[in-house]
């Protein structure tokens, strides 16, 4: 059985074709509310045909937004090239995890997708860090409770507002893997952004498991930005890069059944 995926962020969207649990492929559309249903059906079009697929080939698509405007553009578009209805996971989907949270209702459906396929694939307690437009990090207890999460800007994120508030700041790519003390703007600006981003992952894992969990937990991560900051955290960290693609279609599964 195979799945087409639409995970949209605020950034980006990501779509994909899963076969079974496996990712066959992962695309990335801009996340733009302006566009049309057409634009977006056009895209799904030639991402599928780009990988010698066409829309009948799925069951259905499943859709895990944080951007409802974009919801039902894409979810129109999928209808509209291939006749279905897509699967759209709702902020009320029941799952296996306990949120102790003031209303589970308000919870970014990435950060409990990536929770739900997280506390599938590796052993509790889990830390489970979604590193994008913002860095998300979610725990999950040895009993599948998740007493709170965190929403951080992301690398990204973080380096626009820099450059975007400085009159005399260039911007930059994370292309190389930055030293330690830049000898340049540029070198001092990459550093700074993920070694900066590196050293808090680590203090916050260290945190969260001293102070939260009171024992030692299973790291796991996904995310663009996450590749680049990885290398300079002194932690084991598991990387998922199709954690949310995997953990949609695990969900639509449970939801079938």
Known sequence: MMLFTIDIGNTNVVVGAVD??????????????????????DQMLKKL?????????????????????????????????????????????????????????????????GAVAASELYPLPLIVIDMGTATTVCVIDKDKNVPGYMIIPGPYTALNALTAKTAQLPEIDFSEEPRLLG?????????????????????????????????????VATGGPIVDVIPLIRHEIFLERDLLLVGMVQMYLKERK
Not at 187 to 215: W, Y
Request: aromatic content about 6%.
């Open 183 to 219: 000898k340049n703007t540029v070198e001092c600006m990459r550093s700074g952004i993920i070694h900066g981003h590196a050293c808090m992952m680590e203090e916050i894992i260290r945190r969260i498991e001293t102070e939260e969990l009171k024992e030692k937990a299973t790291v």
């Open 20 to 41: 079974g649990l496996q990712v066959l492929f992962r695309e990335r559309i801009l996340t733009d509310p302006t566009q049309t249903v057409q634009w977006y059906a």
């Open 49 to 113: 045909a780009d990988h010698g697929l066409r829309p009948y080939a799925f069951e259905n698509a499943v859709i895990g937004s944080v951007v409802p405007a974009v919801t039902e553009l894409t979810s129109r578009a999928w209808e509209r090239i291939s006749g279905q209805q897509p699967y759209i996971i709702s902020n009320t989907i029941k799952t296996d995890l306990n949120l102790q949270i003031d209303n589970p209702a308000s919870m970014g459906r990435d950060i409990l997708i």
